[in-house]
T-cell receptor, first 115, second 116 residues
Framework: QKEVEQDPGPLSVPEGAIVSLNCTYS??????FMWYRQYSRKGPELLMY????GNKEDGRFTAQVDKSSKYISLFIRDSQPSDSATYLC???????????????FGQGTILTVHP | KAGVTQTPRYLIKTRGQQVTLSCSPI?????VSWYQQTPGQGLQFLFE???????NKGNFPGRFSGRQFSNSRSEMNVSTLELGDSALYLC???????????????FGEGSWLTVV
C-alpha cells in the first residue's frame, strides 16, 4: 500500500463548479502538506502549503488538513478552464532521519474544466 | 526573482550511455532535491542535498548519483542508461534545512530524458 493515496480521476466538471480533490495518507509523521498544480509538460507549481491540521484559504483555493483522519483536501471554487491540469498532493515530515526535503506525492488527479 | 533552472530541457540518449543534468536553485536556497516522474510511478524522490552533503536518498539503484556545489547548484548523473530511465527529472529547491519550521519547496520545469 502506498503512503499517499490519491484518486487519479480523471475528473471533468463544468466551468463555475466547486472542485474537491482529496488525499489520504498512512504515515503519521507527516506534518507539512502541499498541493501542486502541473500543466502538461511543465514542472509542478506550488498552490497551497499547510503545516499540521487546519484550513488555509488563498483566493479561490482552500486547503484542509485533518491529521486525526489522515486526510487532506483541496477545494477550488468557481473553477475555470485554466484550472485544467493535474493536481498533486505532497507531504513531508521528519521521521528517523528523513529530512523535510523529501516529499511523498500522491499519484495526481487529472482535472478538466469545460466551458 | 528567477525560479529553479534546469538544463538541458530535452535530451535523447542511447542505452548504456550516461547523462548529467544540471540544476540552479532559487537564489538563497541551500537545499536541492531531485525527483523522477513517470506515468506509471508518478513522482519519486531521488535524493536531497544541503551544503554539499547528501541528506537523504530514495530507493534508486547506484547508477543514479548527484552532487551539490558550494554555490548550491546541483547536478545528477545517471550511468549505464536503461530504457526504463526515460522520464521527466525534476529539481526542487527550498530555503530551509531539516528541523526548521518551514519548508516550502519549489520545482523547476524539468529535464525530459528519452533513452532509446
Amino acid at each position: 500500500q502506498k503512503e499517499v493515496e490519491q484518486d487519479p480521476g480523471p475528473l471533468s466538471v463544468p466551468e463555475g463548479a466547486i472542485v474537491s480533490l482529496n488525499c489520504t495518507y498512512s504515515n503519521s509523521a507527516f506534518q507539512y502538506f502541499m498541493w501542486y498544480r502541473q500543466y502538461s509538460r511543465k514542472g509542478p507549481e506550488l498552490l497551497m502549503y499547510t503545516y499540521s491540521s487546519g484550513n488555509k484559504e488563498d483566493g479561490r483555493f482552500t486547503a484542509q488538513v485533518d491529521k486525526s483522519s489522515k486526510y487532506i483536501s483541496l477545494f477550488i471554487r468557481d473553477s475555470q478552464p485554466s484550472d485544467s491540469a493535474t493536481y498533486l498532493c505532497a507531504m513531508s515530515g521528519f521521521t528517523g532521519g528523513t529530512s523535510y526535503g523529501k516529499l511523498t506525492f500522491g499519484q495526481g488527479t487529472i482535472l478538466t474544466v469545460h466551458p | 526573482k528567477a525560479g529553479v533552472t534546469q538544463t538541458p530541457r530535452y535530451l535523447i540518449k542511447t542505452r548504456g550511455q550516461q547523462v548529467t543534468l544540471s540544476c540552479s536553485p532559487i537564489s538563497g536556497h541551500r537545499s536541492v532535491s531531485w525527483y523522477q516522474q513517470t506515468p506509471g510511478q508518478g513522482l519519486q524522490f531521488l535524493f536531497e542535498y544541503f551544503s554539499e552533503t547528501q541528506r537523504n536518498k530514495g530507493n534508486f539503484p547506484g547508477r543514479f548519483s548527484g552532487r551539490q556545489f558550494s554555490n548550491s547548484r546541483s547536478e545528477m548523473n545517471v550511468s549505464t542508461l536503461e530504457l526504463g530511465d526515460s522520464a521527466l527529472y525534476l529539481c526542487a529547491s527550498s530555503l530551509r534545512d531539516r528541523g526548521s519550521s518551514g519548508n516550502t519547496i519549489y520545482f523547476g520545469e524539468g529535464s525530459w530524458l528519452t533513452v532509446v
